[in-house]
């Protein structure tokens, strides 16, 4: 199965679909900010769910939000999303559209181009945030924003998450996990290394954090160009120096945990 959300910016219009094979899933949050206004913030709330087979969402990608996505028990998609604004003719020019049917469900937030008849330039604080709950064994192929940060809570399956411009996190990490940030920091806790064969972290303008259980046996890279390198639980050293740790984490015949970024700290902790 697999599940797409996708977004698209023109101006101030922005569209999200996913696309699975059984309906099912999605998240995202699209946010536009201009001026600082004193006013207190309006809000409006929209709730939708969606049937969700076991391995769940497999792709997600987005241009400008950011993505919450947490476990829970069920095989339900709850879809939580908040329109908010400092002036009342603003939010109702924000527009979400709900769309399900077989083999597809579509988001679709759209913004008025000159909001409350503003002089052009004069943009709306106008903000769409989307908050998405899953099953704990969902897989997920692919998951990436590019103006944003994207946080994954207790998933158990595959995740792999990139964004542009923003932090990634991903807690209670089980099987094999990729994350990417150009420009943000990352941090991982696995909470089980013991269905996993990899975990890739790669970032170039952020910090590293990785979290691993004590005892752990793996085998470890970790590299920074521009940083400093430290791997805080025991390691028999093939390679090391200050901006690179290489070798072996207890037995070191468990997974290949690699960590590489350029212009910041690596860390690997012990939990």
Same mark, same amino acid.
């Given at each position: 199965?697999?599940?797409?959300?996708?977004?698209?910016?023109?101006?101030?219009?922005?569209?999200?679909?996913?696309?699975?094979? &059984?309906?099912?899933?999605?998240?995202? $949050?699209? *946010?536009?900010?201009?001026? &600082?206004?004193?006013?207190?913030?309006?809000?409006?709330?929209? $709730?939708?769910?969606?049937?969700? &087979?076991?391995?769940?969402?497999?792709?997600?990608?987005? +241009?400008?939000?950011?993505?919450?996505?947490?476990?829970?028990?069920?095989?339900?998609?709850?879809?939580?999303?908040?329109?908010?604004?400092?002036?009342?003719?603003? *939010?109702?020019?924000? =527009?979400?559209?709900?769309?399900?049917?077989?083999?597809?469900? $579509?988001?679709? /937030?759209?913004?008025?181009?000159?909001?409350?008849?503003?002089?052009?330039?004069?943009?709306?604080?106008?903000?769409?945030?989307?908050?998405?709950?899953?099953?704990?064994?969902?897989?997920?192929?692919?998951?990436?924003?590019?103006?944003? %940060?994207? =946080?994954?809570?207790?998933?158990?399956?595959? +995740?792999?998450?990139?964004?542009?411009?923003?932090?990634?996190?991903?807690?209670? *990490?089980?099987?094999?996990?990729? *994350?990417?940030?150009?420009?943000?920091?990352?941090?991982?806790?696995?909470?089980?290394?013991?269905?996993?064969?990899?975990?890739?972290?790669?970032?170039?303008?952020?910090?590293? !954090?990785?979290?691993? &259980?004590?005892?752990?046996? $793996?085998?470890?890279?970790?590299? /920074?160009?521009?940083?400093?390198? %430290? +791997?805080?639980?025991?390691?028999?050293?093939?390679?090391?120096?200050?901006?690179?740790?290489?070798? !072996?984490?207890?037995?070191?015949?468990?997974?290949?945990?690699?960590?590489? /970024?350029?212009?910041?700290? +690596? /860390?690997?902790?012990?939990?």
């Amino acid at each position: 199965m697999s599940v797409i959300l996708t977004g698209r910016r023109v101006y101030r219009h922005s569209q999200t679909i996913f696309r699975p094979v &059984p309906p099912p899933l999605l998240a995202s $949050a699209l *946010l536009f900010s201009f001026a &600082p206004d004193a006013r207190a913030a309006i809000t409006e709330k929209l $709730a939708r769910s969606y049937p969700l &087979p076991a391995d769940g969402v497999r792709r997600l990608e987005n +241009v400008s939000s950011d993505i919450t996505i947490e476990a829970e028990k069920g095989k339900e998609v709850p879809i939580e999303a908040e329109k908010r604004d400092r002036d009342p003719r603003d *939010l109702q020019q924000i =527009t979400i559209d709900f769309e399900a049917r077989p083999g597809r469900v $579509a988001v679709k /937030t759209t913004l008025a181009k000159n909001p409350s008849n503003r002089i052009p330039g004069q943009g709306s604080r106008a903000a769409v945030t989307y908050m998405v709950r899953v099953p704990r064994d969902a897989r997920f192929e692919r998951i990436a924003s590019v103006n944003s %940060s994207i =946080t994954v809570q207790g998933v158990r399956g595959p +995740v792999e998450l990139h964004a542009v411009s923003g932090s990634v996190r991903a807690d209670g *990490l089980a099987r094999d996990t990729r *994350l990417e940030s150009v420009n943000g920091s990352i941090t991982a806790d696995v909470g089980s290394l013991e269905n996993v064969r990899s975990v890739d972290l790669k970032s170039v303008y952020g910090q590293i !954090e990785l979290t691993v &259980p004590k005892g752990a046996n $793996a085998r470890s890279d970790v590299r /920074t160009t521009n940083g400093r390198a %430290s +791997v805080e639980p025991a390691i028999t050293l093939s390679d090391s120096g200050r901006r690179r740790i290489s070798g !072996e984490i207890g037995m070191g015949s468990g997974p290949l945990l690699r960590a590489e /970024t350029t212009n910041c700290s +690596v /860390t690997v902790r012990e939990r």
